[in-house]
């Protein structure tokens, strides 16, 4: 199950979080980010994209200043996971053509509503672009 998803930038400011474990409160999650953010953003490009923290794995991916970050529970796949987070950025990429951090920070909800396509309650629902891309078009279409 994944349990979070978090967006962010090389100096370690969360630009996007996407909780599903509802048992943390914000102080608990904001000590968690910070703790999570450190560890990652700190390693080499040669280790491993998979650390351990808590009773989380930490699964992430730099892609130019932005580190795509999840957690998961014991019996999720790493590299299943791995792939999602990739097939997040390519559907980022395919809507804001060649995403950056400053496409997520002026709009927020629309990237909100990508990952809610793609992830629902802590299970990957979507992977298909056009699919995961539909409902937010047809959003954008009525607003």
């Known amino acids: 199950m994944i ?19 509802s048992s943390l409160t914000t102080d608990e999650r904001r000590a968690l980010e910070a703790e999570i953010v450190r560890k990652c953003l700190t390693r080499v490009d040669k280790q491993c994209n998979i650390v351990e923290h808590r009773r ?6 730099r892609y130019a200043s932005l580190f795509f970050l999840m957690g998961i529970d014991a019996e999720e796949n790493e590299l ?8 997040m950025v390519e559907t980022l990429d395919k809507w804001f053509s060649n995403v950056c951090e400053l496409d ?23 992977t298909n672009k056009g699919a995961a891309l539909t409902p937010v078009q047809l959003l954008e279409r009525a607003g």
């Open 3 to 21: 349990e979070f998803v978090l967006l962010v930038n090389k100096q370690g400011q969360t630009r996007v979080a996407k909780y599903t474990d």
């Open 104 to 126: 997520i920070m002026f709009s927020l909800d629309t990237t909100h509503h990508i990952l809610d396509e793609m992830i629902a309650n802590g299970c990957i629902v979507e």
């Open 56 to 61: 989380y794995k930490v699964v992430y991916r």
């Open 80 to 87: 299943g996971t791995l792939e999602m987070i990739h097939c």
